[in-house]
């Protein structure tokens, strides 16, 4: 029996759809794609029920087809190796503390140490690392577990989040108000509320927040009794508290109050060891979520990318690199470009321009634009090669939200060079 069918759909007596059915269901390690002129979406769906690896769109492309098959024997080669491991416990859906290094090793016992008091907890760690994880931890580890886990976004609070969300308001205090109503701070009596980016709280909801934490008391809004809250309060951000106090952004005194027990969590490039057992536990997430009967590979181009890539969205970027790679995969093996790290939304044809906003999807391509029209001046001439250097950089820096040594990487040249490059053109 053929390790790989290729077949045209439109054939005379036996469709290609069909003889793809007929093959797998007798030979289910096999291996087919379809080739089909106007392959609609019904088509293609149908394809990939049946278990087709690919569709091949006339007129070929001979280079094209190499590749896939390529790719397809390689994926074979990799399944080969690899048992396939599958998705099966619920609790594989839950989010949870991963890792045996050294900083995670000592995140977790000072979340231990932690639980079992009632002090106020200041976790700090760059945007992506799972600070609200951490938090919910401390919850559930204490003896406060079975009573709520609150968490208020601080950044939201003049926007979305009002004060009488937050403490409350008695019944007629105004227009609209036909009941009492308990704001945040009561729900979370007994249990846990998070203050997360508490970094980005306005200094009026600081000022407020300060008296809850000195003496456990708050006033609803139109109340006339004075309340009082036994929730611990955790607090969460991933600016230098220490940096906006000075500035004057944040009270010195309520940082005070916060900072009684500090937990810092490390950037994944500082427990890139971790990373293995991340992307085991994520990828069973994953494809739990999107009804993967198995869990998807990584072929060793895409382990060794993710070694390699600083990751400055750390766990956020992670499981976002890996959710794209489950949802292009189309034989079970992902692939370095299937997961497309440390790329920028222009990458993907959309481009960031308002005067001209475009998916390139609408085109049948995702490659970006090579027609030469971005490197045009508002005028029509053509940019200065300072200019387009200047440009092409700042592309650089942006896909890698800034990290110069991941951009460096990225054009090809040393640290050192990019750096004598952004002095020199007032970068």
Not at 55 to 80: C, N, Q, T, W
Not at 122 to 132: D, F, S, Y
Not at 247 to 274: C, N, Q, T, W, Y
Request: net charge neutral.
């Amino acid at each position: 029996m053929p390790h790989l069918l290729i077949a045209d759909a439109d054939l005379p007596d036996l469709g290609g759809l069909d003889l793809i059915e007929r093959l797998l269901r007798r030979t289910p390690d096999a291996d087919a794609m379809l080739m089909s002129g106007g392959a609609d979406i019904r088509t293609i769906l149908r394809a990939k029920e049946i278990g087709a690896l690919d569709v091949l769109r006339k007129p070929l492309d001979h280079k094209d087809i190499r590749d896939r098959v390529a790719r397809g024997f390689m994926s074979r080669r990799i399944r080969e190796r690899c048992h396939p491991t599958y998705p099966t416990s619920a609790t594989d859906q839950e989010p949870r503390l991963i890792g045996r290094s050294a900083q995670m090793l000592e995140v977790r016992r000072q979340i231990a140490d932690f639980a079992s008091t009632n002090a106020t907890v200041l976790i700090v760690g760059p945007t992506g690392t799972g600070k609200e994880l951490v938090a919910r931890s401390i919850h559930e580890y204490s003896e406060r577990r079975n009573h709520p886990f609150v968490t208020v976004n601080c950044a939201a609070v003049n926007a979305s989040l009002t004060e009488s969300e937050l403490f409350g308001h008695a019944k007629g205090a105004f227009t609209g108000a036909a009941r009492d109503h308990g704001g945040r701070f009561e729900q979370a009596s007994g249990g846990t509320i998070l203050l997360d980016e508490i970094g980005d709280a306005t200094l009026e909801f600081q000022a407020k927040l300060l008296r809850v934490l000195q003496d456990g008391t708050f006033d609803r809004i139109g109340g006339e009794t004075e309340l009082t809250t036994n929730a611990r309060v955790i607090a969460a951000t991933n600016q230098d508290l220490d940096a906006l106090t000075e500035k004057g952004g944040f009270r010195s005194d309520l940082l005070h109050r916060l900072a009684v027990a500090v937990i810092r969590i490390p950037s994944l490039r500082e427990h890139i060891d971790d990373l293995g057992a991340l992307v085991g536990h994520l990828l069973a997430r994953i494809a739990l979520r999107n009804g993967h009967t198995t869990i998807p590979i990584l072929s060793d181009d895409a382990k060794e990318c993710m070694r390699h890539h600083d990751w400055p969205g750390n766990v956020r970027e992670l499981e976002g690199c890996l959710e794209r790679g489950v949802l292009r995969t189309k034989d079970g093996v992902i692939y370095r470009e299937d997961l497309r790290i440390g790329e920028s939304l222009a990458s993907f044809g959309v481009t960031a321009s308002a005067e001209s906003p475009k998916i390139a999807a609408e085109s049948g391509s995702s490659d970006p634009d090579t027609s030469g029209a971005r490197f045009n001046q508002p005028d029509g001439r053509l940019m200065t090669l300072e200019q387009a250097q200047v440009m092409h950089i700042k592309e650089a820096l942006q896909r890698t939200a800034g990290n110069v040594n991941a951009a460096a990487r990225m054009l090809g040249v040393a640290r050192s060079t990019l750096r004598s490059r952004m002095e020199r053109l007032g970068l």
